[in-house]
């Protein structure tokens, strides 16, 4: 018999509702990724309890979309931290360079 892997269907929920909750998404996207962080949650409340014939492929495919999903989510967040990253950083460039070329004009 095989299982769907709830392990991972547990973490892409848990990763959907982390994104849900941060602010550096756009209202719209937390709440497409609320959304989807239920749709996966009720889907893992079923899949505790089912089982499939071995021969259902379907359970093999949906578990490596769920491992694709997790790695995306998890690059999701990544790319979003690194994105907030680099928005400070080119604010840090920014001011220094405004103090420097204050001084500038203050010399001629």
């Not at 550096?24 to 996966?40: E, F, K």
């Not at 021969?55 to 994105?83: C, F, H, M, R, Y």
């Amino acid at each position: 018999m095989k299982k769907i892997d709830t392990e991972q269907l547990a973490g892409a929920a848990q990763k959907s509702f982390t994104l849900a909750r941060d602010g550096r998404l756009s209202a719209v996207q937390q709440g497409n990724m609320l959304t989807q962080g239920m749709r996966l949650r009720a889907s893992l409340i079923s899949a505790l309890s089912a089982e499939f014939a071995d021969g259902v492929k379907q359970v093999d495919e949906a578990n490596q979309q769920l491992t694709d999903l997790n790695q995306g989510l998890l690059d999701s967040a990544t790319a979003i931290t690194n994105i907030a990253d680099t928005i400070k950083q080119a604010a840090s460039a920014a001011t220094l360079l405004e103090k420097l070329l204050k001084k500038a004009v203050s010399v001629l």
